[in-house]
T-cell receptor
Framework: GENVEQHPSTLSVQEGDSAVIKCTYS??????FPWYKQELGKGPQLIID?????GEKKDQRIAVTLNKTAKHFSLHITETQPEDSAVYFC?????????FGTGTSLTVIP | DAGVIQSPRHEVTEMGQEVTLRCKPI?????LFWYRQTMMRGLELLIY????????DSGMPEDRFSAKMPNASFSTLKIQPSEPRDSAVYFC???????????FGSGTRLTVV
């Protein structure tokens, strides 16, 4: 099955700085890579996704890049704000299900 | 749409008791997933349904766990008998198909004492 690794497990940045979270996957057949944000006491929320036919996707301050050859994808958050503080999960599909990374706890320091 | 609705939000029960968790997926979504989240193991897929049919239940930890989806708008996850190690947050999620992003519910925090 798929193996998704996510780094770092914790990340602290100053407000206004950028944050980068990286994931690798093992199944070369994976073709869809969503990112989720989980705030305390809530369920994970889809924030951005990318399919294997594109290398980059951007939505305001959030961007995701994908390198299929290297089997890694990254989440980039620019101009971070305190409300970006949460746990972020990457995921990759294989077959009919997703495998999730272990999560990155992001803290944005005001 | 109200999103994926789970109930109860919190459940505290004694070891050995039966626990039933409930989920209402988003209308029109054909796939439904049950996940368990713990600090130690992260998000684990327990079972998923496509068009109300269980497709993969290999993640169900043992026979004490069972799940049903009698119709497109309702699913249950039952634990009988419950054990302290079942304490976790259980999430239900739904999507248009298995390879589209999920919408998660708010979860049920289960504590078995």
């Amino acid at each position: 099955g798929e193996n998704v690794e996510q780094h770092p497990s914790t990340l602290s940045v100053q407000e206004g700085d950028s944050a980068v979270i990286k994931c690798t996957y093992s199944d070369s057949a994976s073709n869809y890579f969503p990112w989720y944000k989980q705030e305390l006491g809530k369920g994970p929320q889809l924030i951005i996704d990318i399919r294997s036919n594109v290398g980059e996707k951007k939505d305001q301050r959030i961007a995701v890049t994908l390198n299929k050859t290297a089997k890694h994808f990254s989440l980039h958050i620019t101009e971070t704000q305190p409300e970006d503080s949460a746990v972020y999960f990457c995921a990759a599909n294989t077959g009919n299900q997703f495998y999730f990374g272990t999560g990155t706890s992001l803290t944005v320091i005001p | 749409d109200a999103g994926v609705i789970q109930s109860p939000r919190h459940e505290v029960t004694e070891m050995g008791q039966e626990v039933t968790l409930r989920c209402k997926p988003i209308s029109g979504h054909n796939s439904l997933f049950w996940y368990r989240q713990t600090m130690m193991r992260g998000l684990e897929l327990l079972i998923y349904f496509n068009n109300n049919v269980p497709i993969d239940d290999s993640g169900m930890p043992e026979d004490r766990f069972s799940a049903k989806m009698p119709n497109a708008s309702f699913s249950t996850l039952k634990i009988q008998p419950s054990e302290p190690r079942d304490s976790a947050v259980y999430f239900c999620a739904s999507s248009f198909s298995p390879n589209y992003g999920y919408t998660f519910g708010s979860g049920t925090r289960l504590t078995v004492v």
